[in-house]
């Protein structure tokens, strides 16, 4: 069995602040890790994804997300928020090879404060 | 850049009546997925689809859903007789890859309220 616990539902960072959104999981197998984005009214949106190749994974607008086994964590952080980054991020984890299924954690809702 | 294209965006029925909800997966992709997000809840899985059949289903899937694929291009989940709740938003999401690397493209979803 396969879950990701996200930390805070609601987080809140000034313009041109560090973003940091945590993630943790739990996988029997070895774990694929994504961070996707929703947007208001919109689907979810791949940001970026862990595949065992780099543990320091670059994704779509600036963030990153680092795979550390040690601590089962998988944080999606950006240097410098900007209003547009304002929306749902959730975290979602995949087993290995054959087991494409995405489990999902309950989202983190970033707000940007001007 | 190609899209998993979902119709209605918006779906009102009375409980007791069946929706089919609709799908576009992108052309080239085998794999195809069903998942709802009850408002203010997480993303759950409901059922993937591949080769004409149903290869895993959640036991949220049960006997009042039901997905088909009727053409080269559609992908539709139904419902027989909705119940309230069943009101959340439907995601579609397709992949052309076998795996779990594989990124789903999620539609933008149809929001169903049933009343």
């Known amino acids: 069995a396969q879950s990701v616990t996200q930390l805070g539902s609601h987080v809140s960072v000034s313009e041109g602040a560090l973003v940091l959104l945590r993630c943790n999981y739990s996988?029997?197998?070895?774990?694929?890790l994504f961070w996707y984005v929703q947007y208001p009214n919109q689907g979810l949106q791949l940001l970026l994804k862990y595949t065992s190749a780099a543990t320091l994974v670059k994704g779509i607008n600036g963030f990153e997300a680092e795979f550390k086994k040690s601590e089962t964590s998988f944080h999606l952080t950006k240097p410098s928020a900007h209003m547009s980054d304002a929306a749902e991020y959730f975290c979602?984890?995949?087993?290995?090879?054959?087991?494409?299924?995405?489990?999902f954690g309950t989202g983190t809702r970033l707000t940007i404060i001007p | 850049e190609p899209e998993v294209t979902q119709t209605p965006s918006h779906q009102v029925t009375q409980m007791g009546q069946e929706v089919i909800l609709r799908c576009v997966p992108i052309s080239n992709h085998l794999y195809f997925y069903w998942y709802r997000q009850i408002l203010g809840q997480k993303v759950e899985f409901l059922v993937s689809?591949?080769?004409?059949?149903?290869?895993?289903k959640s036991e949220i899937f049960d006997d009042q859903f039901s997905v088909e694929r009727p053409d080269g291009s559609n992908f539709t989940l139904k419902i027989r007789s909705t119940k309230l709740e069943d009101s959340a938003m439907y995601f579609c999401?397709?992949?052309?890859?076998?795996?779990?690397?594989?990124?789903?493209?999620f539609g933008n979803g149809t929001r169903l309220t049933v009343t």
């Open positions: 979602a984890v995949s087993g290995a090879f054959g087991n494409e299924k995405l489990t």
């Open positions: 689809f591949y080769n004409n059949e149903i290869s895993e």
């Open positions: 996988s029997s197998v070895p774990p694929y």
């Open positions: 999401a397709s992949t052309n890859l076998q795996g779990g690397n594989s990124p789903l493209h």
